[in-house]
């Protein structure tokens, strides 16, 4: 009876995670729709022949499924906690394939994976700052990730000219309707150590940032 209790639950968890996951994708496109976009440094994803690791930071994730094309097959990792599944579940509605692992749970399944993703010359992408912070700082193993797999890293980010602040860690950056927004799209590189990467992913956010503090 505890084990039909038990799957039961679970099954209702499932089916409320691809309701609210379906409802989201669909605010998101809406919203999506409404801002008035450009994007700088494009030419990077559209000179781009082979694998690599695109990263930005946690907070700024809401608007990034709109920012690499669909000729790049896009393989997201994501924790395998819990409170990940409803993130899964809305990526996967936008064509991503989810590869679930961490630094201290199903690290070596997600490396496995991340060779075939390389052979088959896709895109991993990864927040270097989830799923747990700190905010803006590099966790994890993204850059022996990269080294492992001999594929260079390109950082990118989102900003917009009106937004509300999410009470979490990650201070996530939610746009307003008809706001102007930017995508930063930084330079593929094989970064050597964590604060480099950290260096160049701050740098084109503040970078983004500045670009509405006259506005």
């Known amino acids: ?116 993703v390389k052979e088959r010359g896709e895109i991993i992408v990864m927040t270097p700052d989830g799923p747990r912070g700190p905010a803006r700082k590099i966790g994890g193993a993204i850059i022996e990730i990269a080294k492992k797999l001999d594929i260079p890293i390109i950082p990118v980010t989102f900003s917009c000219s009106r937004y509300k602040t999410a009470r979490s860690w990650d201070s996530l950056m939610i746009p307003k309707p008809f706001s102007r927004g930017v995508f930063i799209i930084g330079e593929a590189k094989k970064f050597e150590t964590a604060e480099e990467l950290e260096s160049a992913l701050n740098k084109i956010t503040d970078e983004a940032d500045s670009a509405f503090k006259t506005l």
Not at 30 to 53: E, M, Q, V
Not at 62 to 80: A, D, V
């Open 1 to 116: 009876m505890n084990i039909r209790y038990k799957l039961k639950k679970l099954l209702k968890l499932k089916i409320a995670i691809v309701v609210v996951a379906f409802l989201v994708n669909l605010i998101l496109r809406t919203l999506r729709a409404s801002l008035n976009c450009k994007i700088i440094g494009k030419s990077t994803f559209d000179n781009l022949s082979g694998p690599a690791i695109v990263c930005f930071w946690h907070g700024r994730m809401m608007m990034m499924p709109f920012l690499i094309e669909k000729k790049h097959k896009i393989n997201l990792l994501s924790s395998m906690h819990s409170d990940g599944q409803l993130a899964a579940q809305i990526q996967k509605n936008f064509g991503v394939n989810i590869i679930y692992g961490s630094s201290s749970k199903g690290g070596f399944k997600a490396m496995r994976e991340f060779f075939r």
